[in-house]
Every structure is written in structure tokens, then in C-alpha cells.
């Protein structure tokens, strides 16, 4: 079956740190991939997304390149700011439905 | 555009109840998903539904669980008999799905927390 697997959180940051998220996935199809976020007391939101190889998906400074060689969708930002504290969780959707990581917990301080 | 909405956002019953959520998707999507989520991991899928047929059911999902969505808008969520393990937040997603492809992404309803005394 299909799976992704996230780095282990908390991770901890100061403002304008780089930002690098580790997702991996497993899938028997062709699926896409997204990144979602929660913010605290609220609920998931779309961050960005990438339909097939070696595309990239790019929203709020954030980035991510779909990777088949790697089954990888890693997430990026150059310079963090205290207000992309929040869960992030990686997605994979394929025949319809998505799978989800376990999300990782990211805590910027100023 | 108000986006996915659930109802209720909380509920408190006592096991052995029987309980029932709504959610209502964004308006022009055909696709309409119940996922369970618990503290410290990612959604889980439950069931998905394309206009008023269930397309499918995630093996997890036991028999006190059903949904329904009979005219392809709003769909419903019930559990029979609840059990303590039931706690958890119930989420609802809708997308518009477009024949042959899986691109576009779900939107998230707020999601209903359950608690089971």
C-alpha cells in the first residue's frame, strides 16, 4: 500500500533560519504530492503541490521538487519567520484518495 | 466561496451512543472525503465519495461507521454504539475531481472533535 514517511519532529528555529522538511514516499501508482499546514486552532490548508517528476511546487517562499528517482518531496524555505510556526504535513493522493505523514511540528523563534 | 464546513466543531457523548456529524463541501466539487485524525499523526482516510456514490471504504472503518451522501452535496457521518477509541477529530475534505487525473488537491473542513466518555 501507499505510505509517507516524515522527519521526526519538533523542530526548532531562529527567525531566517533555512528550513529543510524530509518526505519520502512509497506508492504503487503515479500520484501527486502535496505539503499542508495546520496552524495553531486551525485547520489544514493546502501549502503547495506537485503533479508529476520533477515538478516544483512553490507558495509563501516555500518549495518542493518531486523526486521519483528519490520517491522524495522535501520541503524548503530560505528564511523562516516566527509566523510559519505550525504542524506541516506531507500528502500523497493517488486512485483518488491521499495518505498522509504523521507531521512535523515547527517552531520558530525570534 | 465559504469553504468546507462541519457541524458540530465538538461533541461529548457517552459510549454506547450513537452519533452523527455533517459536513457540507464547497459547492462545485464532486468529490467529498472523511478522514479520522489523533493527536500526533496525520489524517487517516475513512471513506470517499464522487457525487452520491461511495467509491470506497478504508478497511478500518467497522461496521458502526456510515456515511452517506444522498444528493451529492452534504454527506453525513454516524457512529453506532461509540467506544472510547472512537475519540478523535473527524475531518472532511471536498475536491473537484477532473476525469483521469488526480491533480487537485482537498480542502479542509475545520473537523468536529469527538470525545467518548
Known amino acids: 500500500g501507499n505510505s509517507v514517511t516524515q522527519m521526526e519532529g519538533p523542530v526548532t528555529l531562529s527567525e531566517e533560519a533555512f528550513l529543510t522538511i524530509n518526505c519520502t514516499y512509497t506508492?504503487?501508482?503515479?500520484?501527486?504530492l502535496f505539503w499542508y499546514v495546520q496552524y495553531p486552532g486551525e485547520g489544514l490548508q493546502l501549502l503547495l503541490k506537485?503533479?508529476?517528476?520533477?515538478d516544483k511546487g512553490s507558495n509563501k517562499g516555500f518549495e518542493a521538487t518531486y523526486r521519483k528517482e528519490t520517491t522524495s518531496f522535501h520541503l524548503e524555505k530560505g528564511s523562516v519567520q516566527v509566523s510559519d510556526s505550525a504542524v506541516y504535513f506531507c500528502?500523497?493522493?493517488?486512485?483518488?484518495?491521499?495518505?498522509f505523514g504523521d507531521g512535523t511540528t515547527l517552531t520558530v523563534k525570534p | 466561496d465559504t469553504g468546507v464546513s462541519q457541524n458540530p466543531r465538538h461533541k461529548i457523548t457517552k459510549r454506547g451512543q450513537n452519533v452523527t456529524f455533517r459536513c457540507d463541501p464547497i459547492?462545485?466539487?464532486?468529490?467529498l472525503y472523511w478522514y479520522r485524525q489523533t493527536l500526533g499523526q496525520g489524517p487517516e482516510f475513512l471513506t470517499y465519495?464522487?457525487?452520491?456514490?461511495?467509491?470506497?471504504k478504508s478497511r478500518l472503518l467497522s461496521d458502526r461507521f456510515s456515511a452517506e451522501r444522498p444528493k451529492g452535496s452534504f454527506s453525513t457521518l454516524e457512529i453506532q454504539r461509540t467506544e472510547q477509541g472512537d475519540s478523535a477529530m473527524y475531518l472532511c475534505?471536498?475536491?473537484?475531481?477532473?476525469?483521469?487525473?488526480?491533480?487537485?488537491?482537498?480542502?479542509f473542513g475545520p473537523g468536529t472533535r469527538l470525545t467518548v466518555l
Open positions: 475534505a471536498s475536491s473537484l475531481a477532473l476525469s483521469g487525473t488526480d491533480e487537485n488537491p482537498q480542502y
Open positions: 506508492a504503487t501508482g503515479y500520484p501527486s
Open positions: 506537485a503533479t508529476k517528476a520533477d
Open positions: 500528502a500523497l493522493k493517488d486512485a483518488g484518495k491521499s495518505t
Open positions: 459547492s462545485e466539487h464532486n468529490r
Open positions: 465519495f464522487q457525487n452520491e456514490a461511495q467509491l470506497e
